[in-house]
């Protein structure tokens, strides 16, 4: 299966603004179908966007082994070789007018440590970023609304036929297959990424299989679990909800602007929806309480020891396959960069 690069998903939104609907479809099926599964690391984990990794403010846990951080560095190099060597051959191919952003690779699957509290300045200062992350996505949005004012627009149907069949190696409605039967991608997508990889499937990264080991060795840390107990009990006497973890505390506070729909692990806030300073207020309140007892329990410290810990055996189980994808990524930017050159 292809695994994403140059040319997949990242950008769908802004690629349904550039093609009629029709067309899009039959490209996003194929690079749909070609694309590895997403990690399996849990979405609430995650942080809000703009936050870095961590809650702002917190006290800093790596989220990647060394050797790991510097593999899958590579991964944004290979995928950016192969949209301008895709963008050369499409030249080559006579189209010298087309959509100036060519939507972009889906990102590897990543390796994301567990979420901690605030640290007590940022908490006091901005509970846990909430709206600041809702008014940077507000203002990304307007940016992306505006851009689509002078949006690209083909002379003919018959132009951006001939766009798409040169980009994929696909007619209209077709699907490509390869001897497995599994779809592909053919057209300069395909030529750019036999170019850089030596075949159109770019090689399985084990970054997944090192997220899952890793957050499985964590969950079973009896330091972690001790102390996240001790810290949602603190929160109890602190008058706030029974909670699971600090992952669980930011999802709680969520609804605190948006009290719509349940919640993985527990109720959610009762009497909103409420007016947005009343919402802040206990956001702020909640990381207050939140970071106080990761403070008083000594979860932060739990936590990291734990996820290193967890961590270095993950990618140690997985070496093999990690050096191997490293070599392999290595030598395809190497491909890609001559092929640049040339």
């Not at 699907?175 to 300069?188: K, V």
């Not at 770019?202 to 679990?225: C, H, N």
């Not at 006497?237 to 909670?243: D, E, H, K, N, R």
């Not at 070599?327 to 092929?339: C, S």
Request: with cysteine; charged share 20%.
């Amino acid at each position: 299966m292809i695994n994403g690069d140059g040319l997949n998903m990242l950008h769908h939104e802004r690629l349904g603004k550039l093609l009629p609907t029709a067309a899009m479809v039959g490209v996003l099926a194929m690079l749909v179908a070609c694309s590895p599964e997403p990690s399996t690391s849990d979405e609430a984990a995650k942080p809000p966007a703009g936050s870095g990794g961590q809650p702002a403010g917190a006290d800093p846990m790596s989220g990647q082994h060394p050797l790991l951080a510097a593999t899958l560095e590579m991964d944004p190099q290979v995928r950016a070789v192969v949209g301008r060597l895709t963008e050369a051959c499409l030249r080559d191919a006579g189209l010298d007018r087309f959509p100036a952003q060519l939507p972009a690779g889906l990102p590897g699957p990543a390796v994301v440590p567990p979420q901690q509290s605030p640290t007590l300045a940022e908490a006091e200062a901005n509970g846990y970023g909430i709206r600041a992350a809702e008014t940077a996505g507000q203002a990304d949005a307007e940016a992306g609304a505006g851009a689509t004012t002078e949006r690209f627009t083909w002379p003919s149907p018959a132009e951006e036929r001939r766009y798409l069949e040169a980009l994929t190696g696909a007619a209209d409605g077709e699907t490509l297959t390869d001897d497995a039967g599994n779809p592909t991608l053919g057209g300069c997508v395909g030529e750019a990424r036999s170019v850089v990889y030596g075949e159109v499937a770019a090689p399985p990264s084990p970054a997944a299989a090192i997220d899952e080991a890793a957050r499985a060795g964590y969950a079973a840390d009896p330091t972690v679990a001790s102390a996240t107990a001790a810290w949602s009990d603190c929160l109890q006497q602190a008058g706030q909800p029974q909670l699971l973890d600090p992952a669980d505390a930011r999802r709680f506070a969520q609804y605190f602007h948006h009290p719509i729909g349940g919640r993985p692990g527990g109720r959610v806030p009762e009497g909103g929806p409420w007016p947005a300073e009343v919402a802040r207020e206990k956001e702020i309140g909640l990381a207050v309480a939140d970071a106080g007892c990761a403070d008083r329990t000594g979860l932060r410290e739990a936590q990291r020891l734990a996820w290193e810990k967890a961590l270095d055996a993950a990618v140690d189980r997985h070496g093999a396959e990690l050096s191997g994808y490293r070599d392999a990524m290595a030598a395809a930017l190497r491909q890609g960069q001559q092929a640049l050159a040339d």
